[in-house]
């Protein structure tokens, strides 16, 4: 089936620092999607890209759906302790309705 | 506005038990999701429904059934619970391509 990787796994990184992390998949996606994880609660969307080779901003964050289609790219500008927490890409199939997850990377901050 | 409501939070059952997780949502949203999350796994899908009355298999749907009873209501029923069914669920509604999740439940089998 199909499957998303992420990289890197895990991040320790000092507050002020800028970060980037990616998410490549093997196969075509319609829409990517980023969504951070805290302990004990669901996923929360961050950015939804749509369109090959879009850039999309939130606040401090600013995503990128490839223009290969199969991957995406989220940065977080000047961290704050408050980004600790698991990020996650996923991947919809349009036609299919169906929106798989990489595993996530792990984010902490060091003040 | 509560958004996607799970019940129960937590659970613990016996190998061999039942039990149906419940999830609404009262976005009006068409299609719903359950997915599982292990440590170290990201989160994986269950089981997916694209519209009220359908019903379709994701990653990881073995042991598992579904019911979309309304267009706010999709259920989650382990017939005979695992140990291998230890996990967190979450159950998600979507809307122009953007899923929103509930809190989860977190389910020990023994």
């Known amino acids: 089936g199909q499957q998303l990787n992420q990289s890197p796994q895990s991040m320790f990184i000092q507050e002020g620092e800028d970060v980037s992390m990616n998410c490549t998949s093997s196969s075509i996606f319609n829409t990517w999607l980023w969504y951070k994880q805290e302990p004990g609660e669901g996923p929360v969307l961050l950015i939804a890209?749509?369109?090959?080779?879009e850039l999309t901003s939130n606040g401090r964050l600013t995503a990128q759906f490839g223009i290969t289609r199969k991957d995406s790219f989220l940065n977080i500008s000047a961290s704050i302790p408050s980004d600790v927490g698991i990020y996650f890409c996923a991947g919809l199939e349009t036609s299919y309705d169906k929106v798989i997850f990489g595993p996530g990377t792990s984010l902490s901050v060091i003040p | 506005n509560a958004g996607v409501t799970q019940t129960p939070k937590f659970q613990v059952l016996k190998t061999g038990q039942s039990m149906t997780l419940q999830c609404a949502q009262d976005?009006?949203?068409?299609?719903m999701y359950w997915y599982r999350q292990d440590p170290g796994m990201g989160l994986r899908l269950i089981y997916y429904s694209a519209s009220e009355g359908t019903t379709d298999k994701g990653e990881v749907p073995n042991g598992y059934n579904v019911s979309r009873l309304n267009k706010r209501e999709f259920s989650l029923r382990l017939e005979s619970a695992a140990p291998s069914q230890t996990s967190v669920y979450f159950c998600?509604?979507?809307?122009?391509?953007?899923?929103?999740f509930g809190s989860g439940t977190q389910l020990s089998v023994l």
């Open positions: 998600a509604s979507s809307e122009f391509r953007s899923l929103f």
């Open positions: 976005m009006n949203h068409n299609s």
């Open positions: 890209l749509y369109k090959a080779g």
